[in-house]
């Protein structure tokens, strides 16, 4: 069976969608029972109706094995080292550095949690850095939301830096011939400006969060690394899969087989040091085992991306992201034709609007399915406009990467986040995600077009020491707004 590409089968999918995104705004049912029932009703009219949307067999090329695997086996890997104690260590050494002000604490993570990104990926990121962020979250007596939230929008937008930091580069710049170096000297520079935008829209948004607390603040004691043992062993683990993630394109290694290995290697050792020092019994080191499995995977997280993947798989096999990727394409023609724009208008118009046609559909879908198909569509025009048509690759790269921060599923990250919060019995709700990360994704996008007219306008050289100027004009201003908050001033 294969999946009709008729206007009503996309019409259906496209309703079905718009309403699994108002029942998650409404948090009318938990978001997995509402994800499923999606993906139910989906497969219930592919067999019962002549409409067949996603057919079963087609369902499973659409699930992310290497995305489900690779948070599995990270979030395992987690587990472990949360048993050394680093964890509480670092959080100590965090919340002493902010000297009991949350607002320092905001840009801390917002530039630690940025710089990893693009080192590692995203999700990788968040993995480690959430459960450290609430933790000090709580020391601080402030919302946790109000650090997770900036946390898990800095890792996106830092991730959209290099080639490796989001799965979306990793397509476009395989698809394209884009090297990594080709990545950080047109896009890491804008990407810095809007580390600072996101810092800078997080104090105002939770400013009253954010406000210095009354009282003197009492540094909380660093608690001592429990298993020194266990941290040695995981920490040169995780450096080996570190090393995996930065030479995929050598060994050619899925992001998930590094991980799956680390992840069994740490659990093997920690076994290991645990029978040899303690003695268990063997029920007690089966249970050993099963409680990373039962306490540090997020079950209910990987489930919520199954079927997504599979609701977003009936998108891409009725055709409907396909179609709205060549009204795009016939949308930039029309206009460059209806006004008369020149080379360079039309260029410009172009990577304007498969910026913002990117952002808005990374914030309702997948941005991984959605690069996929665009790519053949940009590079047609990449083949058929005049220029620098560069910027069009870079105009998807950003669309896509900063377009999941406007809403609780538009990237994977978002939903790690969510789940980590809803375990900690902080649930950051699906509307109160979106009053943040909307602002956000405007902000960046609108800084991203910024980027792309200067870029084509005025050349790739012009816009990256623009970007680097505007860099340096942020922190100074930064640096002085952090100076008149300072106690004392």
């Known amino acids: 069976m294969h999946s009709t590409t008729d206007p009503a089968s996309q019409a259906v999918v496209a309703a079905t969608i ?3 995104f108002a029942v998650l705004a ?56 949360k048993d050394t104690g680093v964890f509480e260590w670092a959080a100590a050494r965090l919340t002493r550095a902010t000297g009991g002000r949350a607002r320092a604490a905001v840009t801390i993570f917002v530039w630690v949690t940025a710089l990893v ?46 080639l490796i930091g ?52 009492t540094a909380p004691p660093v608690p001592p690394i429990s298993n020194i043992q266990l941290l040695r062993w995981t920490a ?42 303690n003695a268990p019994t063997a029920e007690e080191r089966t249970h050993g085992i099963l409680v990373v499995f039962e306490r540090d995977i997020e079950w209910p997280t990987l489930a919520f991306f199954t079927f997504l993947f599979i609701v977003v798989g009936a998108a891409v096999e009725t055709g409907l992201i396909g179609r709205v990727a060549a009204l795009l394409s016939q949308g930039i023609h ?55 048509t560069m910027a069009l690759w870079w105009a998807l790269s950003l669309g896509a990467c900063l377009g999941g921060n406007g809403s609780a599923v538009g990237a994977s990250a978002n939903v790690t986040v969510t789940g980590f919060a809803e375990r900690e019995r902080e649930p950051i709700s699906f509307a109160e995600f979106m009053r943040f990360g909307v602002p956000v994704t405007a902000a960046t996008l609108l800084a991203a077009s910024a980027y792309l007219t200067i ?34 001033y």
């Open 18 to 20: 718009a309403v699994l």
């Open 26 to 81: 409404r948090e009318a049912a938990h978001r997995v029972l509402i994800v499923l029932a999606a993906a139910a009703w989906l497969f219930a009219i592919t067999y019962l109706t002549p409409l067949h949307l996603i057919p079963f067999e087609q369902a499973w090329h659409h699930i992310d094995l290497n995305v489900l695997l690779l948070l599995a086996a990270m979030m395992a890997y987690v587990g472990v080292l």
């Open 117 to 162: 990104s693009a080192i590692l990926d995203n999700v990788t990121t968040v993995i480690f850095v959430a459960p450290i962020a609430i933790t000090v979250a709580r020391a601080l007596r402030m919302p946790v939301a109000a650090l997770l939230l900036p946390v898990v929008m800095a890792s996106n937008v830092g991730g959209a830096a290099t």
């Open 166 to 217: 989001d799965p979306p580069n990793i397509i476009i710049g395989s698809g394209a011939g884009i090297p990594f170096a080709a990545f950080l000297t047109n896009v890491a520079a804008p990407i810095v400006v809007m580390i600072f935008v996101v810092d800078a829209l997080a104090g105002r948004f939770y400013r009253a969060a954010l406000a210095p607390p009354a009282g003197t603040f």
């Open 236 to 277: 040169a683990i995780g450096v080996l899969v570190f090393v995996g993630f930065l030479t995929q394109q050598l060994t050619g290694m899925p992001a998930a087989v590094p991980a799956m290995i680390g992840a069994a290697a740490a659990m093997a050792i920690q076994d290991y040091l645990h029978v040899r020092n």
């Open 334 to 388: 029309a206009a460059s034709t209806t006004f008369s724009l020149g080379d360079r208008g039309t260029l410009l118009f172009a990577a304007i609007v498969i910026c913002w046609a990117s952002g808005l559909l990374s914030a309702l879908v997948d941005n991984i399915p959605f690069v996929a198909v665009a790519m053949p569509v940009v590079q047609s025009l990449a083949g058929e406009l005049h220029g620098d």
């Open 455 to 488: 870029y084509v306008l005025l050349g790739a050289r012009v816009a990256f020491w623009s970007s680097l100027a505007l860099a340096v004009v942020a922190f100074a201003a930064q640096r002085a707004a952090s100076i008149r908050r300072s106690p004392g």
